[in-house]
């Protein structure tokens, strides 16, 4: 994996093999980080890395600047891992190894932006518990937005929050903020 932009461009970082992770190709990470810099000032956000993996969308972030990332996985061997590569690179993330769906259920906080790529065989049902967990569980500050990554085989565009997609290869970041509609 490399790091794309910012503070640690183009440094590779090196998972172990034994991790069960797919992180997000270096292609689908520019395009999506394109779209997110000229959107916000990525130094001003609250963020939530859902199935963190090893941590790439964490240190893409942290990379360019945000200060507040949450990355939760219950994977402790990629907990671990996002732990030593943050503390190597002298930044900070709030690492939980934890559930997602127990932590979307327990936690107080609220995020400018939830990005989360659960594994791409899960069931469609899987996916649609995640967005609705996000929204009923009120994760989302005012303006905020949920990204999931997933196969390019599974479509999230009925659902009444869904505002975007976009496909790079295989991979497919649907978007989705709170309704307008109450």
């Not at 964490?58 to 360019?64: D, N, P, Q, V």
């Not at 899987?126 to 967990?133: A, Q």
Request: charged share 25%.
């Amino acid at each position: 994996m490399r790091i794309i932009s910012g503070q640690f461009k183009s440094r590779r970082i090196n998972a172990p093999k034994h991790l069960p992770v797919r992180p997000t190709t270096d292609r689908a990470k520019e395009a999506l980080f394109n779209i997110l810099y000229h959107s916000y000032d990525l130094k001003a956000l609250q963020v939530l890395d859902l199935f963190a993996g090893i941590g790439s969308i964490s240190f893409e972030f942290a990379s360019r600047g945000t200060t507040d990332i949450t990355a939760v996985d219950q994977n402790k061997g990629c907990t671990d891992f996002i732990n030593q590569t943050a503390e190597s690179l002298d930044i900070s993330i709030n690492i939980k190894t934890q559930e997602v769906f127990h932590f979307l259920e327990t936690s107080d906080e609220t995020y400018d932006i939830i990005f989360a790529d659960p594994p791409y065989a899960f069931a469609e049902e899987e996916f649609l518990k995640i967005i609705d967990t996000v929204f009923k569980s009120n994760k989302l500050k005012e303006k905020g937005i949920l990204i999931v990554e997933h196969s390019k085989h599974t479509d999230l565009s009925n659902h009444p929050n869904f505002n975007q997609k976009r496909q790079y290869g295989h991979s497919v970041f649907s978007w989705f903020r709170k309704s307008e509609i109450a």
